[in-house]
């Protein structure tokens, strides 16, 4: 079943086209990644599917239209993962990952058993149980994220969206954060709609890229066909090469052609 | 257990409120003679004792309860929705709009003087109004995109109240004591008027902040994030400052403008026992009551007969506690 469709999405700010007529479908339980050089306006289109910004098109979420699901019914299918969450200091990690509960409880109604189950399992399956009664802003960066990750899973949406979600961690965190998705992804049947900054990354981990560049979607597919040296030079502008890197596919690296050019002329 | 410490903190306070004057009451009495007027029996107190009890004591002390609890939790409420510790109450211009309704009656209703019942009123609709303004101009300069447009609107329309206020000072010079005294915050009381006047409000706006305070969690983490957990943010926040707003106006029309009280004692809380708003909420109108009725036993002692205004109080003994608790709570942080 298609879990997430955008049809036509265009998103405007400021008279400019930030998004153009962006058509995609994702799977449930599909992995989908948007890729782009800086301002392709992925962000803008995750912002667009979470209802945070007025768009264009439609957007469909379990066949429903969006524009037509209230706030609170929509935050209890898809989920949020910004890039740079805001972290309240003065709250402990339990309290900050209850707050993923709030599209599943009325305006009178306090968290009942089954809300604090869902935190529960949530700090569990992100190793943040020792943490439960710190407030956040004892935390590192990557314990962080991981709350704000439990907070998306505690919310119990069948669609996370994460924006960059390794965008400020070290190469090893990043592997243990992506990993984790896919994990979490299996366990629970989610649907993930992400934006990746990383190519090598969004390669090894999504199951199809959407390469975005001006807001119009120029490639999409596996990434054997979206990750070619030729339309990365295109789109990012960038000297690069796609190497095969045996047991985990191929690798996408930087490469400095000018040292050569210089060598030569001496 | 925290609900607990704090109503002890408020009944202590209360208790020495009512006991602390020129009269011994004694505090079995004092208890007694209260539970008799309110369910209607008889007092055991001699006709004098009681009135001194039932019309003076009593009424001032349920007022500073009244205004402490309300301007702390409204405190809390602002720093909340516009996730900014420096908030307090009057941020969007309630002092200002405030002090320029009294100014108006003091200097065009002379004989009402300052113990009247127009300048409540006055205060009141000063404080609405500059608030409604400093609401209006935010949202036309794009308040949807975050609490900052209405933070600069509230700051432009308190300057032109200010404005306005100084202005019509200088033309009446003879006004100047009066209102200087009003603007430093004073409990006094004409029998159970004022706490008639601030008592509905408070309370209303008591139970819609305390019915918000796991949304105002929630606006923590930002609009956008909010947003997606589900939370319509502009119509919480509009309900919270309205709330917030309403009752802090009653306030400075029975009180005058006690300064501090809406950002030491949510800070305190903080501080000791965390930020979520679930505590935060109830913990300041309870120990911001307590706090307010302490401050006027002092103020009222300290200097007797004279009575120094009690938001010098609020300032001179909140600000040292206050120092005392950020060293302390920084060690935890």
Redesign the interface.
């Known amino acids: 079943m298609t879990a997430l469709a955008l049809d036509g999405l265009s998103v405007t700010l400021g008279g400019q086209r930030i998004v153009d007529r962006l058509a995609a479908a994702v799977d449930e339980g599909e992995w989908v990644a948007l890729i782009g050089p800086n301002g392709a306006g992925k962000t803008t289109a995750l ?1 667009a599917v ?3 910004i007025a768009y264009d098109g439609r957007v469909r979420v379990f066949g429903d239209d969006a524009a037509e699901l ?7 299918l ?3 993962v ?1 890039q740079v ?8 990690v339990w ?2 990952v209850r ?2 509960r ?2 599943h ?1 009325g ?2 109604e ?1 968290e009942g058993r089954s809300d604090n189950e869902a935190v529960e399992v949530a700090l569990q399956q992100l190793d943040l149980v020792p943490f439960a009664r710190r ?1 956040l ?2 935390l590192s960066g990557g314990e962080r994220q991981s709350a704000t990750l439990a907070r998306a899973l505690a ?1 119990d949406a069948p669609i996370l969206l994460l924006d960059e979600p390794t965008a400020a961690l070290d190469v090893g965190r990043q592997q243990q954060v992506l990993e984790l998705v896919d994990v979490l992804r299996r366990e629970r049947g989610l649907t993930v709609f992400s934006t990746m900054h990383d190519l090598t990354l969004a390669g090894q981990y999504a199951d199809r890229l959407l390469l975005l560049d001006g807001g119009r979607l120029v490639a999409a597919g596996a990434a054997r066909e979206v990750l070619t040296q030729a339309l990365i030079s295109e789109h990012y502008g960038a000297d690069v090469a796609v190497v095969d890197a045996p047991g985990s596919g191929f690798v996408v690296v930087p490469v400095r052609s000018r040292i050569g050019d210089g060598a030569d002329s001496c | 257990m925290r609900l607990a410490g704090a109503a002890v903190f408020l009944a202590a306070a209360l208790l020495t409120g009512v006991l602390v004057g020129p009269v011994d009451l004694g505090a079995l009495n004092v208890v007694h003679a209260t539970f008799a007027h309110v369910f209607g029996l008889h007092s055991p107190l001699s006709g004098a004792d009681d009135a001194i009890l039932w019309q003076l004591r009593l009424p001032r002390v349920v007022l500073g309860a009244f205004v402490g609890g309300t301007l702390a939790a409204a405190g809390a409420a602002y720093q909340g929705v516009f996730r900014n510790p420096l908030a307090d109450p009057y941020l969007l211009g309630a002092a200002a709009g405030a002090g320029l309704g009294a100014t108006l009656v003091a200097a065009y209703a002379p004989g009402s003087g300052l113990a009247g019942d127009l300048l409540p009123i006055s205060a009141f609709a000063g404080a609405a109004v500059a608030v409604l303004a400093a609401y209006v101009l935010g949202r036309s300069a794009g308040a949807a995109a975050g609490p900052a447009a209405l933070i600069l609107a509230g700051v432009t329309i308190a300057a032109f109240f200010t404005a306005l206020q100084i202005f019509v000072q200088q033309q009446h010079v003879d006004t100047v004591q009066a209102v200087y005294s009003w603007l430093l915050g004073r409990l006094s009381t004409a029998g159970w008027r004022e706490v008639g006047i601030i008592a509905p409000y408070a309370i209303a706006s008591w139970l819609i902040l305390l019915g918000h305070r796991r949304l105002l969690d929630v606006l923590a983490v930002g609009d956008d994030e909010a947003a997606a957990l589900g939370v319509n943010v502009a119509r919480v926040r509009l309900l919270v400052v309205v709330a917030a707003t309403i009752a802090t106006a009653a306030a400075v029309a029975v009180s005058g403008l006690i300064a501090f009280v809406g950002i030491i004692v949510p800070h305190t809380i903080r501080l000791l026992f965390g930020g979520s708003y679930r505590m935060l909420m109830p913990l300041s109108i309870i120990v911001g009551a307590g706090f307010l009725v302490f401050a006027d036993v002092i103020a009222r002692t300290i200097m007797s007969p004279a009575e120094l205004p009690i938001g010098v109080v609020t300032a001179f003994f909140g600000a040292p506690f206050f120092a005392v608790v950020l060293r302390t709570g920084r060690r935890y942080a």
């Open positions: 912002r979470a209802k945070l209230s706030r609170r019914d929509l935050a209890r898809v989920a949020l910004p969450p805001l972290i309240p200091g003065d709250i402990t309290e900050y707050l993923g709030t599209p409880l305006f009178f306090g407030r802003d004892t919310q």
